[in-house]
């Protein structure tokens, strides 16, 4: 496809906004998907070290013994997870359909 965009007489520009951008978008989205869940997971565990995080009622159930918090802040956690993911997944796959490409 650049390829043919150079061949259309296509500066370097026009083809980076136009073809280059456009077909790596899903890519890109993905990365950021991808690095979006590894920073809400960093956050949870960040409560070791007395920061004000989302891992902070997990960390008070694991000092006090108390199973309900830990599951409670497991749970809250996951489910964020899970629906960031999701929806970071359906804008991705919105994308690849808008070029033009298929998603598995």
């Not at 991808?34 to 070791?48: F, K, N």
């Not at 409670?72 to 970071?88: E, H, K, S, T």
């Amino acid at each position: 496809v650049v390829e043919a965009a150079r061949g259309a007489g296509m500066t370097g520009w026009q083809r980076l906004v136009k073809v280059e951008l456009p077909l790596s978008a899903p890519i890109i989205l993905g990365g950021i998907r991808l690095s979006v869940v590894i920073s809400l997971a960093t956050a949870t565990i960040g409560s070791t070290v007395a920061a004000k995080t989302l891992g902070e009622v997990i960390i008070a159930g694991l000092l006090s013994n108390n199973l309900a918090f830990v599951l409670q802040g497991g749970l809250i956690v996951a489910a964020l997870a899970v629906l960031i993911y999701d929806g970071l997944s359906a804008i991705e796959r919105y994308t690849a359909r808008r070029m033009g490409q298929e998603t598995a």
